[in-house]
């Protein structure tokens, strides 16, 4: 079964900081890896996703297959990156591939 | 239209009503979902359509019904409901076959359960 591990359930950092937010994931098969942001009374919406190598705001997040992890980092934080951070594994290719799981979410705040 | 809009934004039942939520996209995309938030907690998947045919139940009780008459149309049909299914239930969609995994979420209907 696939399992998605965010070991911090809160992260407090000051502007200017770098911040990483840790993922860990569990699956046998080619996973698919994403970060999810959700800003205060906003929807959820997609920050990122490993396959295009992208960078959105700042944030940056790499595969790293060996380590099974897929941590989102930036190198200076923004009183605008406070949200709650989700991420999220889906199966890659074949039928199943609309199932999305997430993990239980960083929240993350940057103090001024 | 780039939204996936979800009636009502809240909503207050009795444990012997009937109601239903109502989502909708105008994307073109074939895959809509619902998922259930409870407080604080990350999105729960319930049901996934594809092409207009639930392709994945993920052991929801009967008394949600899901329901996609048209590619653009979701609605979740509520009965006999208990109060531990107050949540934010979230629909969501994405353009079936290509980006996996990139969903669309709509804002949310909030559901109470008295």
């Known amino acids: 079964a696939q399992r998605v591990t965010q070991p911090e359930k809160l992260l407090s950092v000051f502007k200017g900081a770098p911040v990483e937010l840790k993922c860990n994931y569990s699956y046998s098969g080619s996973p698919e890896l994403f970060w999810y942001v959700q800003y205060s009374r906003q929807r959820l919406q997609l920050l990122l996703r490993h396959i295009s190598r992208e960078s959105i705001k700042g944030f940056t997040a790499d595969l790293n297959k060996g380590e099974t992890s897929f941590h989102l980092k930036k190198p200076f934080a923004q009183e605008e990156d406070s949200a709650m951070y989700y991420c999220?594994?889906?199966?890659?290719?074949?039928?199943?591939?609309?199932?999305?799981?997430f993990g239980k979410g960083t929240l993350l705040t940057v103090n001024p | 239209d780039t939204e996936v809009t979800q009636t009502p934004k809240h909503l207050v039942m009795g444990m012997t009503n009937k109601k239903s939520l109502k989502c909708e996209q105008h994307m073109g995309h074939r895959a809509m979902y619902w998922y259930k938030q409870k407080a604080k907690k990350p999105p729960e998947l319930m049901f996934v359509y594809s092409y207009e045919k639930l392709s994945i139940n993920e052991s929801v009780p009967s008394r949600f019904s899901p329901e996609c008459p048209n590619s653009s149309l979701l609605n979740l049909h509520l009965h006999a409901l208990q109060p531990e299914d107050s949540a934010l239930y979230l629909c969501?969609?994405?353009?079936?076959?290509?980006?996996?995994?990139?969903?669309?979420f709509g804002e949310g209907s909030r559901l109470t359960v008295l």
């Open positions: 999220a594994l889906s199966q890659g290719g074949g039928g199943s591939n609309y199932k999305l799981t």
């Open positions: 969501a969609s994405s353009p079936a076959g290509q980006f996996p995994g990139e969903l669309f």
